[in-house]
């Protein structure tokens, strides 16, 4: 089988949480952050290209992710 690739890395994703006061992060801790942001970036994104496509543009802007995370 083969192995399963995420989008973000793995390095960043455990240094936010070294970052938010851990001493030791285990593996399956960061694989279970990552696979959580990795689900709530997608859902941000999505809504940031129909609020985009909403205003007859092509191109996704600042204003679009903002608002797309506020929702």
Do not use: C, W, Y
Not at 11 to 35: D, H, Q, W, Y
């Amino acid at each position: 089988m083969g192995r399963k690739v995420s989008i973000i890395p793995k390095a960043p994703v455990g240094r936010i949480l070294t970052n938010a006061g851990a001493k030791r992060v285990s593996a399956s801790a960061v694989n279970a952050f990552n696979e959580i942001l990795t689900n709530i970036a997608e859902k941000i994104g999505t809504q940031a290209v129909k609020i985009s496509k909403h205003s007859g543009r092509k191109t996704v802007h600042e204003g679009d992710v903002k608002l797309a995370a506020k929702q």
